[in-house]
């Protein structure tokens, strides 16, 4: 009784401190109305994470301070921190865990500006993870596999949303008038929870009272879904509870629904959003933008605007061009983008860092009218398949996508427009695109195994990769696997060359049907004993193709000329004939799209050690580019955005073709008269 008790004392506050403050709002009834996010293109995001060494909060933080942002960026939105993972407040709120100390009140301050400017605000709220509420409540923790309580990550079967997290987003929704909240800590920061509630939980849920410690283990798998369907119901929880008295506050989960969280929306977020890795950026994007981009969600990525060189300490500013790139490749696929910059210890912001956010913002609103909200014409299809992922890593709801992102980067960069798509993208669809990938998972379900092998008897196109996904479909490659795969050195023979192929890979023997393609040897010596590389084998109307390697991991750490030349060529035996090819550079990423009716031909420049170099200062364009797109009717034009700049062509046999002399970074060719495929 203590525990309703209290929160029904902490609601009737909250929505006391809500009239209140609507009472108090300097907001006019003539303020410039602000974009939802579902609208919104641009923002800026900063963060705190304040801590016991705050004791002047708002010093610093003035109307000249944010009025400044504003007038140079210009963004749809800003996100500022509230409460960041130490779990201390930037604001003084009344009904959560304030910092040391503060100067006036800065979170009235920006909403006071932003409102008047028809900008905005979003909050930065660290929830799952909170080290404050634990310190001061430690029977909200989750509790580790040792039986220790866990210093830093709350438990979604205790109290702390209904105490904490949702009196303080009805505060923010209610006393300060903000737009919403980007809510960081949570899937990717859950934990598997061993507290007495969780385990009887467990036990009731599942009737298992074998309760797994580690990996391994019998059970493991039942415990980590049912602690991932307890991180989706704490989730649809608080989202409701705050939406019952602020229908128009709006949430989002950070990476939730993500390639994170790879898996069908189910929680009523109102977008969906990630920060991408600050050192791997171009890579990390591509794949996070490509998964978001099907989601049914408005969505957007934020890059870091810095990143930290292993060794050195802090962290180094990135350039405006490195900045412009990564924004590029969120751009291309329709998202919304954003950058992270980080905030004083006061609270306030760096002001020099600004002028760079503003070259940012000047390349993306040049290209916002044609590429926003642009839609995927589909073309290949990359696998993320949710039922293997969650059985294949050890944590809830992690990344590790390296399998994954590395045969994604093989793809792209032979000029290949991809989409990396869930099941239930796929299901039912299939037929839309001309080549399906899967991309070395160990598991499908046999549903969806079944509808695959109907997709390709009916005249699709199926690629697998590595003996693991091969193995799922012996029988409709006519191969037959004999051992293990096994981890050794072995050499891929193609186009009369020899490069190491590491990785698992097994021995095949294919059956009359299936056709050789290129060759695995024991040694860096063509005339070593040898196996085939992979198979090709009709089926029905269609065809279906496995390599006997692994491709992902290896080639997502060091790419290698020939296997993506092996990979093209077997892609091409497949999938010959696709609506756009780009030739000259293999450092350009290609995405086909439609918007406002028109065929689209987003081209990205990649070139650089992005991978390997935190930082770049300048982008070396690359061309002259081929342009060759598949259309039964003669385009009446062809321009270059951003710029409307005319591009001459030549259209024969069913082919327009173009050519773009230089691409700096990002730049869009636009096909108007032809079908928006």
């Not at 979003?122 to 929830?127: I, K, R």
């Not at 493991?220 to 991932?228: D, I, T």
Request: glycine share 8%.
């Amino acid at each position: 009784m203590k525990t309703h008790r209290n929160r029904t004392q902490i609601t009737l506050f909250t929505l006391l401190l809500a009239l209140v403050g609507l009472a108090n709002s300097t907001f006019s009834a003539e303020a410039p109305q602000r974009l939802k996010r579902a609208e919104s293109f641009l923002g800026i995001h900063f963060d705190f994470h304040a801590g016991p060494d705050c004791k002047e909060i708002g010093k610093n933080t003035t109307r000249p301070m944010v009025e400044n942002i504003i007038n140079l960026v210009r963004p749809d939105y800003l996100q500022i921190d509230c409460k960041g993972h130490r779990g201390m407040c930037s604001y003084p709120t009344k009904v959560g865990n304030p910092a040391t100390g503060f100067v006036g009140d800065p979170l009235r301050i920006w909403r006071d500006v932003t409102a008047e400017r028809g900008v905005a605000l979003y909050m930065h709220y660290s929830g799952i993870w909170d080290a404050e509420a634990i310190i001061r409540h430690p029977e909200w923790a989750a509790v580790n596999p040792d039986g220790k309580r866990n210093d830093r990550i709350t438990s979604p079967f205790g109290p702390y949303a209904d105490e904490l997290l949702i009196p303080q987003l009805r505060e923010l929704a209610g006393v300060y008038g903000v737009d919403g909240v980007w809510v960081d800590g949570e899937c990717w920061a859950t934990v598997p929870d061993y507290s007495e509630k969780a385990l009887k939980a467990f036990h009731e849920a599942t009737g298992i009272t074998n309760v797994p410690r580690k990996p391994g283990e019998a059970n493991w798998f039942e415990f980590l879904q049912f602690h991932r369907q307890a991180f989706r119901g704490y989730l649809r929880h608080y989202i409701a509870e705050v939406k019952r008295t602020h229908p128009d506050f709006q949430i989002c989960s950070n990476w939730a629904y993500t390639d994170h969280m790879a898996e069908p929306v189910n929680a009523p977020v109102d977008f969906l959003s990630g920060d991408y890795s600050p050192e791997d950026s171009v890579n990390s994007a591509r794949l996070s933008a490509r998964y978001l981009a099907r989601q049914g969600k408005p969505w957007d990525l934020m890059a870091w605007s810095f990143t930290r060189q292993p060794g050195q300490g802090g962290a180094t500013q990135k350039s405006a061009v490195q900045l412009q790139r990564e924004a590029a490749i969120v751009l291309a696929l329709g998202g919304g983008f954003q950058a992270y910059f980080k905030q004083k210890r006061d609270g306030s912001i760096f002001d020099e860092q600004m002028p760079a956010m503003a070259e940012v913002a000047e390349f993306c609103r040049a290209r916002q009218a044609i590429c926003h909200h642009a839609e995927a014409v589909p073309q290949v299809a990359l696998l993320l398949s949710t039922a293997a992922h969650y059985r294949q890593i050890n944590g809830l709801f992690p990344r590790d996508l390296s399998r994954v992102s590395g045969v994604l980067q093989a793809l792209l960069e032979n000029q290949l427009s991809v989409e990396v798509l869930g099941e239930h993208h796929l299901t039912g669809r299939m037929e839309r695109y001309p080549l399906i990938v899967v991309p070395e998972w160990t598991y499908l379900e046999p549903k969806f195994r079944d509808e695959l092998v109907a997709y390709v008897k009916a005249g699709g196109s199926l690629l697998l990769i590595g003996p693991a996904s091969a193995a799922m479909f012996q029988a409709e490659l006519g191969v037959g696997l004999e051992g293990t795969p096994r981890s050794e050195p072995r050499y891929l023979a193609h186009n009369g060359s020899l490069t190491p192929a590491k990785g698992m890979a097994q021995t095949a023997k294919l059956g009359q049907q299936a056709q050789p393609f290129g060759q695995l040897h024991a040694t860096n010596d063509a005339s070593s004993p040898s196996q085939p590389a992979a198979g090709i084998a009709p089926l029905g109307k269609g065809k279906i193709a496995a390599t006997f390697f692994s491709i992902g991991q290896q080639y997502a750490a060091t790419p290698d000329p020939l296997t993506r030349q092996f990979a093209n060529d077997l892609v091409r035996r497949l999938f010959p004939m696709p609506i756009v090819e780009v030739q000259g550079s293999s450092d350009v990423d290609v995405s086909l799209a439609r918007n406002h009716g028109k065929l689209q031909v987003h081209l990205v420049n990649t070139s650089g050690p992005h991978q390997k170099e935190p930082i770049l200062e300048s982008i070396s364009p690359v061309g002259p580019l081929t342009v060759n797109i598949r259309t039964t009717v003669r385009p009446t034009k062809m321009v270059l955005e951003p710029g409307s700049r005319p591009v001459a062509f030549n259209y024969e046999n069913g082919v327009a073709r173009a050519t773009v002399p230089r691409l700096e970074i990002y730049d869009i060719l636009v096909i108007e008269g032809a079908p928006a495929q």
